[in-house]
């Protein structure tokens, strides 16, 4: 297990899309230690980053089911959320995602995510997808791992 500690020792964090929908789903299991990392990035103890592509995907679910009062406040919050930065897909992430995909086998929006926080320096990604602690050039915790 982690301890939430670890948060304390680093300046800037990656989001993986899971960290955000444990939030906007209020998620039994995950939402609070979720909404404990989100409140952080809101008071300024670290900043984050967060892919373009993640935005992407948290958008799906109300798009498919016409709920566009949802997708607003989703594009809002991800535009006007304090400390966090959401980074588009250039280059360099493309490249580094391929390479990353190419090491590890992991799918291609992961990749993209992923090689998004490294490019951007976060010292650290929270995500609850175990398969990424695989990862060797950016420090991974799961959520699950977290206590």
Known sequence: MVSFSVLSEVKKV?????????VFEQST???????????GIEDGYFSAIASSVSLTEILVKPICEGNTALEKQYKLLFTHFPNLSIIPVDKPIAERAAYLRGKYGIKTPD????????QSGAELFITNDERLSQIKEIKCIALSQMR
């Not at 299991?29 to 409140?39: N, R, T, V």
């Not at 993209?112 to 926080?117: D, F, G, M, R, S």
């Open 14 to 22: 990656a989001l993986d899309t899971n960290i955000f929908i444990y």
């Open 29 to 39: 299991e995950f939402g609070e230690k979720s909404k404990s990392i989100l409140e």
């Open 111 to 118: 990749a993209l995510i992923v090689a998004t926080a490294i």
